[in-house]
């Protein structure tokens, strides 16, 4: 070994040796990286990427100008796929802001599990449905 430091010398160090790690580390993760992409690839076209909040297009073309909406759904927005929906309404409905579970405001949304359950509550909050679209989502206004 003195013998290879005599003859490398400027070539074998701490640094060289990290180094040396360093990119056989990155090679390895290349050759898994590249051998996973075609079956990632093959997964996420077999699985789109559903956008929850189209469930509320074209709902901001009705509202016009208001700037504040109740919304209410008896699902439970812990839940992450719940609040990605609403989230995503949200996103659909901006500049316009989803007050949840505020049934006071002039315009309310109604997102429930099944429609005897939206009409209940639209029947409860004295309002009067609007619109229903093809997933079920009903606009209500508050009576005058």
Same mark, same amino acid.
């Given at each position: 070994?003195?013998? *290879?430091?005599? &003859?490398?010398? @400027?070539?074998?160090?701490?640094k $060289? &040796? ?5 990119? !056989?580390?990155?090679? !390895?993760?290349? !050759?898994? *990286? ?25 709902? =901001?073309? !009705? *509202? ?10 008896? @699902? =439970?927005?812990? +839940?992450?796929?719940?609040a ?8 659909i ?5 989803? =007050?949840?579970?505020? *049934? ?6 109604? =997102? ?8 209940? +509550?639209? @029947?409860? $909050?004295?309002?009067?449905?609007? +619109? ?9 206004? +508050?009576?005058?």
């Amino acid at each position: 070994m003195m013998k *290879l430091l005599k &003859v490398f010398p @400027r070539y074998i160090g701490l640094k $060289s &040796v990290f180094s040396a790690i360093i990119i !056989i580390a990155i090679i !390895i993760n290349a !050759i898994e *990286l590249f051998k996973k992409t075609p079956k990632n690839i093959a997964q996420r076209n077999n699985l789109p990427f559903y956008f929850l909040g189209m469930k509320f297009a074209g709902l =901001d073309k !009705i *509202l016009g100008g208001v700037t504040r909406i109740g919304y209410y759904t008896d @699902r =439970d927005l812990s +839940k992450n796929s719940e609040a990605a929906q609403f989230s995503q309404a949200q996103y659909i409905l901006a500049p316009a802001i989803l =007050d949840p579970y505020n *049934l006071n405001h002039a315009f309310t949304l109604f =997102d429930c599990s099944s429609q005897e359950k939206c009409q209940e +509550k639209i @029947r409860a $909050s004295n309002a009067i449905p609007l +619109k229903k679209n093809q997933f079920g989502v009903i606009l209500a206004g +508050k009576k005058p």
